[in-house]
């Protein structure tokens, strides 16, 4: 008997993302944040502001040696989550004539600022977050902001580093239901 292998659809992200910082205490319940809560007026919208390699982050998992007398072999046994270079570049715009009415995403990442970084594949950034989206949900901590390097012909960017919470979720969470 032959062995039929499934056509698995396959999606361009180029567009498909949205990722917003969320005030400190913008979310009620982080493994439960509802469509109000993301879509708020309090929550400033960085996808704007962010080139599309602009986000970076790390997350691996550290492994033990599981020795056992029994066994010559050494397997090894899941440990501590680590979240590492984790950053994101955003468009500064400090200094020009737009620095008042389109820098908000500098203003408000300052260094111990803290809240939420929540970000969604697959769904186009004008759709507001709905019941049922499956989102990341980074607690996080605004660290250091800094200038990116002057290159010719490039965007005045910034860069801001921020440290995550080790409770953050990773793709995990569903938007509730309710208010």
Same mark, same amino acid.
């Given at each position: 008997?032959?062995?039929?292998?499934?056509?698995?659809?396959?999606?361009?992200? #180029?567009?498909?993302?949205? @990722?917003?910082?969320?005030?400190? +205490?913008?979310?009620?319940?982080?493994?439960?944040? =509802?469509? &109000? /809560?993301?879509?708020?007026?309090?929550?400033?919208?960085?996808?704007?502001?962010?080139?599309?390699?602009?986000?970076?982050?790390?997350?691996?998992?550290?492994?033990?040696?599981?020795?056992?007398?029994?066994?010559?072999?050494?397997?090894?046994?899941?440990?501590? #989550?680590?979240?590492?270079? @984790?950053?994101?570049?955003?468009? +500064?715009?400090?200094?020009?004539?737009?620095?008042? =009415?389109? &820098? /908000?995403?500098?203003?408000?990442?300052?260094?111990?600022?803290?809240?939420?970084?929540?970000?969604?594949?697959?769904?186009?950034?004008?759709?507001?977050?709905?019941?049922?989206?499956?989102?990341?949900?980074?607690?996080?901590?605004?660290?250091?902001?800094?200038?990116?390097?002057?290159?010719?012909?490039?965007?005045?960017?910034?860069?801001?580093?921020?440290?995550?919470?080790?409770?953050?979720?990773? /793709?995990?969470?569903?938007?509730?239901?309710?208010?």
């Amino acid at each position: 008997m032959a062995t039929t292998i499934p056509a698995i659809p396959a999606h361009l992200e #180029d567009g498909m993302l949205k @990722t917003i910082f969320v005030p400190e +205490n913008g979310i009620r319940d982080y493994m439960h944040p =509802t469509a &109000n /809560e993301l879509n708020a007026e309090t929550v400033l919208e960085l996808s704007p502001y962010m080139p599309a390699t602009g986000f970076s982050m790390d997350h691996s998992q550290e492994t033990v040696d599981d020795d056992r007398e029994s066994s010559a072999a050494v397997g090894s046994i899941p440990a501590s #989550d680590t979240y590492s270079n @984790t950053s994101l570049q955003i468009i +500064n715009n400090v200094n020009t004539a737009d620095a008042e =009415t389109n &820098n /908000e995403a500098f203003d408000t990442l300052k260094r111990g600022v803290k809240g939420f970084i929540v970000r969604r594949r697959g769904k186009t950034v004008e759709e507001p977050f709905a019941d049922g989206d499956v989102v990341t949900v980074l607690i996080v901590t605004i660290g250091l902001v800094t200038p990116v390097a002057h290159a010719q012909n490039a965007r005045q960017m910034s860069t801001v580093n921020f440290s995550v919470d080790p409770k953050s979720q990773d /793709e995990t969470v569903t938007v509730a239901a309710g208010a």
